[in-house]
């Protein structure tokens, strides 16, 4: 039932899926240049659907108008460790500081879905972008499991954990069968936005 849903959707000129690849290669591409190049990067951002909402737009600008912004983005992708928890924790925390968050301050989740936009971008092989219960959702659809994939941890651990269940996912036979091994994680991350109630 999932696939054929998919199959119906891969029609459309463009998807969830079609938009995350499209988008995230051509912010890789800005993310692996040296030096950054920020204007591009603030200018092609908006180009991920997950990235065009009003309040992105002003948190971005925001966070794009700091002086700091280049240095924590460069702290967040500099290192091709396998383990970045304490440089996306530290990345999330500084980027409410300089204003990415909402009016109250007082939400980290668009901070949260920002590094993990930029880590999808920079290592598509290991992290998703994330929300949280668009992650629990598809979980909850594809194990038929009521156990929550992501809570109770940092907001490191999360995308971690979300990355990690994306690349089962993919690996998986019956997902490579339909669609393909290229971009599996970031086709997984298409999943979790079209299922975004945990339905078909």
């Known amino acids: 039932e ?8 891969e029609d459309s000129e463009e998807n ?5 690849i499209n988008a995230l290669s051509e912010i890789q591409s800005i993310l692996l240049a040296k030096p950054l190049d920020l204007t591009k990067l603030k200018k092609t951002l908006p180009k991920l659907w997950i990235f065009v909402s009003q309040s992105d737009g002003s948190r971005q ?3 794009f108008n700091s002086d700091h912004a280049a240095q924590l983005i460069e702290d967040l992708l500099n290192d091709d ?9 530290r990345f999330i925390t500084d980027a409410i500081a300089v204003g990415y ?9 668009g901070a949260v879905q920002f590094a993990s936009g930029l880590l999808s971008a920079r290592w598509p092989e290991r992290y998703v ?3 949280g219960s668009r992650w629990n959702n598809l979980y909850a659809l594809i194990t038929k499991s009521d156990k929550k994939l992501c809570t109770g941890f940092s907001h490191a651990l999360k995308i971690n954990r979300a990355g990690q269940f994306a690349s089962a996912l993919a690996k998986t036979p019956t997902f490579a069968r339909y669609f393909g091994s290229e971009h599996g994680l970031w086709k997984v991350a298409g999943l979790a936005w079209y299922f975004r109630d945990g339905e078909l």
Not at 2 to 9: A, C, D, N
């Open 81 to 89: 460790t396998q383990d970045h928890t304490d440089q996306i924790d």
């Open 2 to 9: 999932l696939v054929s849903y998919l199959r119906e959707e």
């Open 16 to 20: 969830e899926i079609t938009n995350r």
């Open 129 to 131: 972008d994330y929300r």
């Open 101 to 109: 968050t909402d009016r109250n301050q007082s939400d980290s989740s």
């Open 61 to 63: 600008s925001t966070f």
